[in-house]
T-cell receptor, first 111, second 114 residues
Framework: GQQVMQIPQYQHVQEGEDFTTYCNSS?????IQWYKQRPGGHPVFLIQ?????EVKKQKRLTFQFGEAKKNSSLHITATQTTDVGTYFC???????????FGGGTRLMVKP | DVKVTQSSRYLVKRTGEKVFLECVQD?????MFWYRQDPGLGLRLIYF???????EKGDIPEGYSVSREKKERFSLILESASTNQTSMYLC?????????????FGEGSWLTVV
C-alpha cells in the first residue's frame, strides 16, 4: 500500500533558526496536506497543495509540493517557541476517502 | 467553524470492560474516522465510515468495532478492553472535495486500561 515517510523524526532548534521537514510518498499524490499538533493537542489542518511544483506561504511557513507530486516540504523561517509541535504531512490513498499520514516531525524550540 | 466533539477527554477502564468512545460532528460530513496515536507510531487508522451504516477497516481494526447509525455520530467500541489499548484516540471527519479531503480532528480521548 501507499507509504508516506517524513524526516527528520525529531528536530531541536534554537529560537530564531530555520527548520525544514520533508515528506516523501511511495506513490504520486493528487494533493498533499499538512497538519500541526501542539503538545497535548490534536492535529489541526494547515494547508493543502494540489498543483505540481506549487509553493504556498503562511507568514513564516513555506510549503512546497514537488514537481513529480511525490514529495513535499515545510520550511519555517526564524522559528519561535509557538512553532513547537509535531508537523504531519498526509496524502490521499488512491484519491479515495482515506488519508495516509506521515510519521510526523516533532519540532522543539529552545528559547 | 467545524466542530468535532469527543464525549470523553480522559477515561480509566479496567481490563475486560466494554468501552464506548463517542464522536459527533456538526458539519454534515460524509466521512468519519477513528485513529489512535501512540508515541513513535504516529496516527494509525482504526476504522472509517463514508456513510451512515457503512464502515471500512483501517490499518489496525483488531479489538475494535464501530457504529454509525446517524450521519453526525461515529462510535468506537472496545468490546473487551486490554492494556495494550491504552492510547489517545482521535475522531475526525471530512467531506470530499474535488481534489481530496481535509480532515478535522476532535480534541482526543485519552484512554487508560488498567
Amino acid at each position: 500500500g501507499q507509504q508516506v515517510m517524513q524526516i527528520p523524526q525529531y528536530q531541536h532548534v534554537q529560537e530564531g533558526e530555520d527548520f525544514t521537514t520533508y515528506c516523501n510518498s511511495s506513490t504520486t499524490l493528487s494533493n498533499i496536506q499538512w497538519y500541526k499538533q501542539r503538545p497535548g493537542g490534536h492535529p489541526v489542518f494547515l494547508i493543502q497543495l494540489v498543483k505540481s511544483g506549487e509553493v504556498k506561504k503562511q507568514k513564516r511557513l513555506t510549503f512546497q509540493f514537488g514537481e513529480a507530486k511525490k514529495n513535499s516540504s515545510l520550511h519555517i523561517t526564524a522559528t519561535q517557541t509557538t512553532d513547537v509541535g509535531t508537523y504531519f504531512c498526509a496524502g490521499p490513498e488512491n484519491a479515495g476517502n482515506m488519508l495516509t499520514f506521515g510519521g510526523g516531525t516533532r519540532l522543539m524550540v529552545k528559547p | 467553524d467545524v466542530k468535532v466533539t469527543q464525549s470523553s477527554r480522559y477515561l480509566v477502564k479496567r481490563t475486560g470492560e466494554k468501552v464506548f468512545l463517542e464522536c459527533v460532528q456538526d458539519m454534515d460530513h460524509e466521512n468519519m474516522f477513528w485513529y489512535r496515536q501512540d508515541p513513535g507510531l504516529g496516527l494509525r487508522l482504526i476504522y472509517f465510515s463514508y456513510d451512515v451504516k457503512m464502515k471500512e477497516k483501517g490499518d489496525i481494526p483488531e479489538g475494535y468495532s464501530v457504529s454509525r447509525e446517524k450521519k453526525e455520530r461515529f462510535s468506537l467500541i472496545l468490546e473487551s478492553a486490554s492494556t495494550n489499548q491504552t492510547s489517545m484516540y482521535l475522531c475526525a471527519s471530512s467531506f470530499i472535495q474535488d481534489s481530496g479531503n481535509t480532515i478535522y480532528f476532535g480534541e482526543g480521548s485519552w484512554l487508560t486500561v488498567v
